[in-house]
């Protein structure tokens, strides 16, 4: 029996219907590797980032894992005046997950979710069950009866 992180264990409380991927046993660190171990178009597998907004309110991204968060699109998508990113030790206590291991399901409490537009490119995407070596794959749709997101170009 795979080991089944708390997001996969949600998406099953659910009934939703996902893929999911262990690539634990891999020397794969950043995303990119992770797309590439998967054998997965790094388009389509996702990071998940968290943000905090010059309201002091924290804000969540996702965008594909070779692409990087351009701040202020972000900033414009979640109408505030700027974003930075979330210092890495703030992120456990903030979310209950680690760096690496951060997905937007399953978070201590809901944050505004923005996901890249190019998300709409693909029939499902890629991203992290919410524990280092283990990504769920599921349709936006799917996704949006678990969390509530925004579709916005948010990319450098």
Excluded: W
């Amino acid at each position: 029996m795979e080991h089944k992180t708390n997001v996969m264990r949600e998406l099953d409380k659910l009934k939703i219907k996902y893929n999911h991927y262990c690539y634990a046993n891999t020397d794969a660190i950043s995303g990119v590797d992770v797309a590439a171990v998967l054998n997965q178009n790094p388009d389509k597998v996702f990071k998940t980032l968290v943000t905090v907004g010059k309201s002091k309110k924290n804000y969540v991204f996702m965008l594909p894992v070779a692409k990087e968060l351009d701040l202020k699109k972000a900033a414009k998508a979640i109408s505030e005046k700027s974003v930075e990113m979330l210092k890495s030790k703030e992120l456990l206590p903030l979310t209950g997950y680690i760096h690496g291991g951060c997905s937007p399901i399953g978070m201590k409490k809901f944050f505004v979710t923005t996901i890249d537009e190019s998300a709409q490119n693909f029939d499902t995407i890629i991203f992290s069950a919410g524990k280092i070596g283990y990504q769920v794959e599921l349709s936006l749709s799917e996704l949006a009866k678990v969390i509530r997101f925004n579709l916005a170009d948010i990319t450098e």
